[in-house]
């Protein structure tokens, strides 16, 4: 695998957690709406509420509950990521191995 096929490989597996971590959020909030007959929803009150705080906090002032939820994100990124940061180093190892062999041209 060269480098390209490395961050390629990546680039898919960061989007793919990124459909799945909307594809969940999308579903819990639906869970939470009240469905109207017309299949439309409306969103609680009460989600609004705590949904817009949120919003409208930065990381660094929001309650540590709340942030851990955040971490746990960053967590599963980061898993990812570092999978992938290894198969990278490993081909640099090896790119930098293969530059001592192959002959210079003089």
């Keep these: ?3 390209r096929e490395i961050l390629d ?3 898919e597996e960061l989007a793919e957690y990124a459909h799945h971590a909307w594809t969940g959020w999308m579903l819990y909030l639906f869970s939470k709406c009240v469905k109207n007959p017309d299949y439309t929803m409306t969103i609680p009150a ?5 949904w817009h705080r949120q ?3 930065g ?5 540590e509950h709340e942030k851990d939820s955040d ?3 960053a967590d599963r990124i980061l898993r990812i990521y570092e999978i992938h940061s290894q198969q990278l180093r490993e081909w640099l ?3 930098a191995a293969m530059s001592h062999i192959r002959p210079t041209r003089g």
Excluded: F, K, S
Excluded at 46 to 50: D, F, H, I, M, R
Excluded at 59 to 63: K, V
């Design 1 to 3: 695998m060269n480098e």
């Design 9 to 11: 490989e990546l680039r």
């Design 46 to 50: 009460w989600a609004v509420e705590q």
């Design 55 to 57: 919003a409208t906090t």
């Design 59 to 63: 990381y660094p002032d929001l309650p």
């Design 71 to 73: 971490r746990e994100e």
């Design 93 to 95: 190892a090896t790119e």
